[in-house]
């Protein structure tokens, strides 16, 4: 691979060939010198080959990515960014132009600056200075550029971001939920200052950054109820999502070079059973940007290496020491990690598939990481016991100590790394840890869910090393006092009643959260998965398999596959092929005869999704395409062995005589279904 001083991404669709011509070749000749590339990134336009010529004249490079209905600027990008070389990432717009030593300066700016995101304001040239114009002009008169361009006011900035790709990896790029107009860049920029790097306003005459005249795109976006919708999401996220890291889910650009979101460690010793259903547990998550880091600690045996062996997953890495002590292997743990967060197991526990995903939430301005709530479990019985813990504040720690469950952790790995165990002591290492943690001044969330099946049985160490926790704990209460004045005591103490817990409304429900991930043997649920598309054969399951898919016109509108008596091994398998898992636990009050949506509701949903709104619908259940109603939708769903089929159409009124046998009114498909 290449190493380049700067990427430059320019992003569209159905953008004219010669408009982004222009702009490349200004980002080209603007390099100035620095060692530099173009990515032009084509976003499913109608027709690619011009834009692809383009960049062969040019010599950029190009990308293309077809399917995606609707324009989204922020996934564009990230197209682009997924095949970029440079140190310093740069986004644009193909309606823009660049002076001549304006690249240059950018990343002179950027290596002065250090760590910093740079943001440049466009300028707006007149109505007379579009198209028609520039095809006129060559060389360009950069003066009267100058003289004519207006500094945009406008929402959302637009125009230009520069940041360090270690940056853009570790908010994960442009936030991907994010389409059809706006706030791409001001949600970037204040994504980049929560993550730490300054926010760089280019101020300097040699850079400049022209917007070229067309129809404003905002004024199309609004005549649509679904564009109107889109802008009001994206200024929802930008101005309320506190978050910084997005995209955890699914980061559909993900470069191939970019380090795991979260390293998920395990410190064991001759647990080798209990820790299979651990490793599957984290194989199960929403969050499938992780890696994973077995310690041994002196094993009598090699049972966990052949254990990790046989779950045959390249995210598993295995590292095996003499017998050195819990602290230490997690020590090793931290030094061996790749991952921006450390997310903290203990090899007997479980934790729900949308731990990752919760904890990751929660990090926002002002914390390092978080922490959450756990139900503990009898691994004989399958007794519940829901701990919900206080949120881990200074104030909180003060007058008894304490730490929220160590397997509840989900904390930044440098930050991690500058705490480290304690290696002289054996037991209470995690609230000696976390005391530490809060004394150095990190503060640390509650995300307010329960992540963590805490396993309850006799080789636990609360059980066999009680003793030695408890003057551990006393010890590290002392270290964390030291300093502190009856006064400071009292006040926070006073401090620590306020907001001491996160809100939990029902314990049961809290708790049947997460209960259909206990271990095999305690219980029977039901699992499915979204699949984005039907495999020609099944992986084998221990349960019972099915997949059901919806069609219209032939062609696939959505799949799922559900597993009767689904294992925590067939749970694994269905991750690995789809996306989205539910699950159902066997003969309670809380299961549910579908983990998914009635099949009519996704069929209206589908039908829905262009069609106008506000109007009847009538649905006509049919045997055949001879039984449909005329101008109806058809659509099947079915598996290997019997289908069912509904005809929908809208309907100005509904006549007297009408076979129709459903009538539904409202604006979506909730409100139709309901």
Known sequence: MENLDVSVVIGFRDWGAERIRRSALSIIESFDGVHGEVIISDYGSSDPEPARQVAEDVGAKY???????????????????????????????????????????????????EHCALFLQCRDLPESMGDDYFATQSPLDWDHLEREGRLRPRWGMGGMMAIPATGYEKIR???????????????????????????????????????????????TVEQSEAGRE??????????????????????????????????????????????????????????????ILVVDDGPDDDSTERVVSALDDPRIRYFRQERLGISAARNLALDESRGFYTAVMDDDDLMPPRRLEWQLAAVTTGFVGSAGSFVNFDDETGELELIVSRRPTFAQAAEKGGAPGHGTWLIRTDVMRSIRYDESISSGVDNNFFLRLLRSGY???????????RRRHNKQVTAVDGANQGDSAKQAL?????????????????????????????????????????????????????????????????????????????????????????????????????????????????????????????????????????????????????????????????????????????????????????????????????
């Open 173 to 219: 790029g442009f936030d991907e939920r994010l389409h059809t107009y706006g706030g791409e860049d001001l949600d970037f920029a204040q994504r980049a200052r929560r993550a730490g790097y300054q926010t760089v306003w280019v101020d300097d005459p040699d850079v400049r950054m022209f917007h070229m005249w067309h129809p404003p795109t905002l004024r």
């Open 478 to 674: 002392q270290y964390f006092q030291f300093g502190l004045s009856n006064w400071h005591k009292t006040k926070l103490a006073e401090e620590a009643k306020v907001d001491a817990y996160p809100p939990v409304e029902d314990r049961e429900e809290f708790t049947h959260m997460i209960d259909a991930y206990l271990p095999d043997h305690l219980i029977v649920r039901n699992a499915t998965v979204q699949l984005t598309e039907i495999p020609a054969h099944l992986p084998s399951f221990d349960g019972t398999a099915q997949v059901r898919s919806l069609t219209r016109d032939g062609q696939t509108v959505k799949a799922h596959l559900t597993v009767k008596s689904a294992s925590y091994p067939d749970m694994v398998t269905m991750t690995r092929i789809g996306y989205d898992l539910k699950t159902d636990v066997v003969g309670t009050d809380t299961a549910s005869d579908a983990t998914t949506l009635p099949w009519e509701l996704e069929a209206l949903n589908d039908y829905l999704h262009e069609a106008p709104e506000g109007q009847l619908i009538t649905v006509h259940q049919v045997t055949s395409q001879a039984t449909a109603p005329r101008d109806s939708q058809l659509y099947f769903m079915g598996d290997a062995g019997a289908s069912d089929a509904i005809a929908i159409s809208h309907s100005g009124s509904l006549q007297e005589n009408s076979t129709t046998q459903w009538l539904i009114i409202g604006r979506n498909a909730e409100e139709y279904w309901a």
């Open 63 to 113: 990308v293309y990515t077809p399917g995606d209905p609707v324009w989204s600027r922020s996934r564009a990008l990230n197209a682009g960014f997924a095949i970029a070389d440079g140190e310093l990432l740069i986004s644009t717009d193909a309606d823009m132009l660049f002076s001549p030593r304006a690249m240059r300066r950018i990343v002179e700016t950027a290596r002065e600056a």
């Open 230 to 291: 889109a802008v009001k999401f994206n200024k929802d996220v930008v101005y309320n999502d506190k978050t910084f890291t997005r995209n955890t889910t699914h980061w559909r650009f993900r470069p191939e070079s970019a380090i795991p979101l979260v390293s998920v460690v395990f410190a064991t010793r001759n647990r080798a059973d209990l820790l299979a259903e651990s490793l599957r547990s984290v194989l199960i998550q929403t969050v499938q940007d992780f890696e």
């Open 443 to 453: 503060k640390i969330s509650h995300c307010g869910k329960p992540v963590l099946l």
